[in-house]
């Protein structure tokens, strides 16, 4: 929502500001603009393979949405790992295996909707759990899988800000490319009237004024988002990690989740308070 309250705070700020002094008519140049969308698409599919492409248009929508990692995301994911390894402590590493086997039909992860329905990470969950079922391996060999897997869905979704990134910054050569070309076209027209090459020299002008404008203006916001987003995404990630491991190294569970909460940005981050007194709360459930 933001992004868009954005986009018309930039062209109230352009165009809005143009029209006091100027005519709006100048800039509707149809052609101008469908040479620069049909640059911009023609320079996305062919620098990307299919996979980067597939990747990106399935993130743009996410630019319009709020994000669902905040504290009282937080705090259901730190009470979903407290109880999980409170059920260890007391049973028993293989108490918890039919959890991770079926956790769509888990009675401990049902009470907690939104991490459970998140397929991704219920995944890194359970695939580590069922690691410290397993037995085989030990906290370091164990972090050091995370951290390669982490760095992997780092960079998976960070390929959408990149691709956003660089179409923006090919833009405005593009806008360029246009103006050129309308120039050359105004070159061929030297013998019209003072009055009709102004008007196709202003016209030329607009490829240069779009290509800037939907470059800067409108998607490198977009890149920025992504960009965000990507990094927000990667939190949760290092919260279950660091509970998980100062779980395996012998911490009780209410000291694990305290790791967990100690990584979190200050913004999502429950108070010591905050978490306990809800730790508290949904025992009496």
């Known amino acids: 929502m933001l992004l868009l309250v954005g986009y018309v705070i930039i062209l109230a700020a352009s165009v809005g500001t143009y029209a006091v002094h100027g005519s709006l008519a100048a800039l509707w140049v149809p052609l101008e603009y469908l040479a620069i969308l049909g640059l911009t698409i023609g320079g996305f599919v062919a620098g990307n393979g299919t996979k980067a492409i597939k990747a990106t248009l399935a993130a743009l929508p996410s630019v319009l949405k709020g994000s669902n990692l905040n504290k009282a995301l937080y705090m259901e994911l730190l009470a979903m790992l407290f109880e999980v390894l409170a059920k260890v402590r007391k049973e028993?590493?293989?108490?918890?295996?039919?959890d991770i086997e079926s956790p769509e039909a888990s009675p401990i992860f049902s009470k907690y909707p939104s991490i459970s329905s998140d397929h991704h990470v219920m995944e890194f969950i359970t695939d580590y759990l069922r690691m410290m079922v397993g037995g085989n391996l030990n906290a370091f060999e164990i972090e050091n899988l995370m951290d390669i897997e982490?760095?992997?869905h780092h960079h998976e979704a960070h390929v959408p800000?990149?691709?956003?990134?660089?179409?923006?910054?090919?833009?405005?050569?593009?806008?360029i490319v246009v103006a050129v070309m309308g120039v050359v076209n105004v070159m061929g027209s030297v013998g019209e009237p003072p009055a009709v090459l102004g008007k196709m020299i202003g016209g030329a002008l607009v490829g240069t004024f779009l290509g800037i404008l939907v470059s800067y203006g409108f998607?490198?916001?977009?890149?920025?988002?992504?960009?965000?987003?990507?990094e927000e995404g990667g939190k949760i990630y290092q919260c279950i990690k660091v509970v998980l491991l100062a779980s395996m190294n012998g911490y009780a569970p209410q000291v694990a989740v305290e790791f967990g909460r100690k990584v979190l940005y200050a913004?999502?981050?429950?108070?010591?308070?905050?978490?306990?007194?809800?730790?508290?709360s949904r025992k009496g459930k």
């Open 219 to 230: 998607v490198a916001p977009i890149a920025g988002q992504l960009e965000q987003k990507a």
């Open 161 to 175: 800000a990149h691709v956003m990134s660089k179409v923006g910054d090919a833009v405005p050569a593009f806008g």
């Open 92 to 98: 028993g590493l293989m108490a918890i295996e039919s």
């Open 150 to 152: 982490i760095e992997t």
């Open 267 to 280: 913004g999502d981050r429950p108070t010591f308070s905050e978490l306990e007194e809800d730790l508290k």
